[in-house]
């Protein structure tokens, strides 16, 4: 028995296992972005039909039409609310939807982020906590919401803000390890 034998691997070797590594990430990265695009236009749907109870609601026409009130000057019957908002109805009244959109909405710019500054973890570091704050100071404008939900956005915001800055400290954390090594 020969213990001391070499198996030499040829460079090549090595490169084709870096490519296929980086090709499984980019699959798996289109995956994850795929799915959140499919997400966004399903909830978008739905909550877009479930908005359109305004129409048959004229009492919440002063309070859950804010883009007809600045495109138009009011509302005065069902034609003139804009599109916008029956999502504004949906998230103030039946926000399950308008949240995945939401959701949907932050996971693409979390992912746009790694996808950016994958290698630049200073930078990585930055972009979340300068999101972090975005959604910290969103949570903020709706803290005293009255509606169910203006109270889940507000939640929302917060979580993934708490969620952000942590991520943040972390990659901050491992740059920091990683430059005494």
Not at 15 to 29: G, P, T, V
Not at 136 to 151: C, D, I, P, R
Request: hydrophobic share 55%; glycine share 6%; charged share 10%.
């Amino acid at each position: 028995m020969c213990r001391n034998v070499r198996i030499i691997t040829p460079k090549w070797i090595y490169e084709i296992e870096s490519i296929s590594r980086r090709q499984n990430l980019i699959y798996k990265l289109i995956v994850q972005i795929v799915f959140a695009v499919l997400m966004f236009f399903g909830s978008t749907l739905i909550a877009f039909y479930e908005g359109s109870g305004i129409v048959d609601n004229p009492w919440e026409w002063a309070y859950s039409t804010p883009f007809s009130h600045f495109i138009g000057g009011g509302v005065q019957q069902a034609s003139d609310i804009s599109s916008f908002d029956y999502f504004v109805y949906a998230a103030k009244f039946q926000p399950a939807y308008p949240l995945m959109m939401m959701l949907s909405i932050i996971y693409l710019v979390i992912l746009l982020g790694v996808i950016l500054f994958k290698r630049k973890k200073s930078i990585t570091s930055l972009y979340f906590g300068l999101f972090s704050l975005i959604m910290f100071a969103l949570a903020f404008v709706l803290l005293n919401a009255s509606t169910l939900g203006g109270k889940a956005f507000s939640y929302l915001f917060l979580v993934v803000g708490i969620a952000l800055l942590a991520i943040s400290f972390i990659v901050k954390r491992k740059m920091l390890v990683m430059q005494q090594i």
